[in-house]
Nanobody
């Protein structure tokens, strides 16, 4: 069974940092692009970041560029999202998702989705 499990969410003060993890099981992560998405209360889901299979190509939404960093460790079947300088507007459920291709594309039609982890930025 193909599964993605997110972890690392929680409550953090504005300006703080969190690192989210996305662990894969039941399939080889090496062949999949991984994207991070988020959905805030009352809002549509939006793409946050994406990383190619090799890790050599990354993409970010304008709202997080310069503050978030995506990385992957294929040996550990895990992708990370380091989030710094967090703002209240970053509050959302964060999902990771996998798509079997080498390079990121602008799509939410992913092959596998995790169940999400909640990030709350508040003082």
């Amino acid at each position: 069974q193909l599964q993605l499990v997110e972890s690392g969410g929680g409550l953090v003060q504005p300006g703080g940092s969190l690192r989210l993890s996305c662990a894969a099981s039941g399939f080889t992560l090496d062949y999949y692009v991984i994207g991070w998405f988020r959905q805030a209360p009352g809002k549509e889901r939006e793409g946050v970041s994406c990383i190619s299979t090799s890790g050599g190509s990354t993409k970010y939404a304008d709202s997080v560029r310069g503050r978030f960093t995506i990385s992957r460790d294929n040996a550990k079947s895990t992708v990370y999202l380091q989030m710094n300088s967090l703002k209240p507007e970053d509050t959302a459920v964060y999902y990771c998702a996998a798509l079997r291709r080498h390079m990121c594309v602008n799509t939410s039609a992913m092959d596998v989705w995790g169940k999400g982890t909640l990030v709350t930025v508040s003082s």
